[in-house]
């Protein structure tokens, strides 16, 4: 949104930052929605008195604290941007993976050959799969799960990869699934291990690791229900 006193084409909103004073006094929720930008409306348009503007959907009681939302984010995010978690209270909560790691275990762990390993990333790339792949308490999201899908295909099979789209379980490699949970929860096990060996610790650290403890207990929750789909 452009400010109206700038008198060239503004700039996009995704490559500017700005500084609100008092914004940062108002905690956030998930459970508000939030309109936030110059208020534009043509009164004020033409007096000049436009100004920065936050509405929230929702109503707030009389001396009861307001609230915003700052984007429905994981704990990770919330915690590494703005120093606070949500805990289990967090629906948006889930456990960022990588393609690396999901191909890391294919190649390390389960000794599987992957061929035609940079096409099968040019197609993951091209086709917007390598964001947002994730572990909730359900287990691996259907994003993950595509990737590990493409990355064992067959180089004979690799022109029908399209063919993805029209799964949900991905059956066909269940235990693929099931082996990649254990893999990235040996890990989580691991830094917790080293984290306990700390001895000078601040707050953010004892947060950070309260952190990868509920991460832990996700990722055993995924495998209970990941086991429930064989």
Request: glycine letters at 8%.
């Given at each position: 949104q452009r400010d109206p006193r700038d008198p060239g084409s503004g700039e996009q909103g995704g490559d500017c930052l700005a500084l609100v004073p008092f914004l940062d006094l108002l905690n956030h929720s998930d459970n508000v929605t939030v309109e936030a930008g110059i208020n534009l409306d043509s009164?004020?348009?033409?007096?000049?008195?436009?100004?920065?503007?936050?509405?929230?959907g929702q109503s707030v009681n009389r001396y009861s604290e307001a609230f915003i939302c700052y984007g429905r984010?994981?704990?990770?995010?919330?915690?590494?941007?703005?120093?606070?978690?949500?805990?289990?209270?967090?629906?948006?909560e889930h456990?960022?993976?990588?393609?690396?790691?999901?191909?890391?275990?294919?190649?390390?762990?389960k000794k599987v050959r992957v061929s035609k390993v940079e096409e099968k990333l040019c197609i993951l790339k091209e086709?917007?799969?390598?964001?947002?792949?994730?572990?909730?308490?359900?287990?691996?999201?259907?994003?993950?799960?595509?990737?590990?899908y493409i990355l064992l295909l067959r180089p004979s099979e690799l022109k029908s990869w399209h063919s993805l789209y029209q799964l949900e379980n991905f059956s066909?490699?269940?235990?693929?699934?099931?082996?990649f949970?254990?893999?990235?929860?040996?890990?989580?096990?691991?830094?917790?291990?080293?984290?306990?060996?700390?001895?000078?610790?601040?707050?953010?650290?004892?947060?950070?690791?309260d952190l990868v403890r509920s991460h832990v207990e996700i990722v055993k929750l995924?495998?209970?229900?990941?086991?429930s789909e064989a």
């Open positions: 009164d004020r348009l033409e007096s000049r008195d436009y100004f920065y503007e936050l509405k929230v984010h994981s704990n990770t995010k919330l915690l590494t941007e703005y120093g606070f978690s949500l805990g289990e209270n967090n629906n948006s456990i960022a993976v990588t393609v690396n790691t999901i191909l890391e275990f294919l190649q390390m762990k086709n917007g799969l390598i964001s947002n792949l994730g572990i909730g308490r359900l287990g691996l999201n259907w994003t993950a799960k595509a990737v590990l066909s490699i269940h235990s693929f699934l099931a082996d949970l254990e893999y990235f929860l040996e890990g989580l096990q691991l830094h917790l291990r080293k984290m306990a060996e700390i001895i000078l610790r601040s707050k953010y650290f004892n947060l950070a690791e995924a495998i209970t229900n990941q086991g």
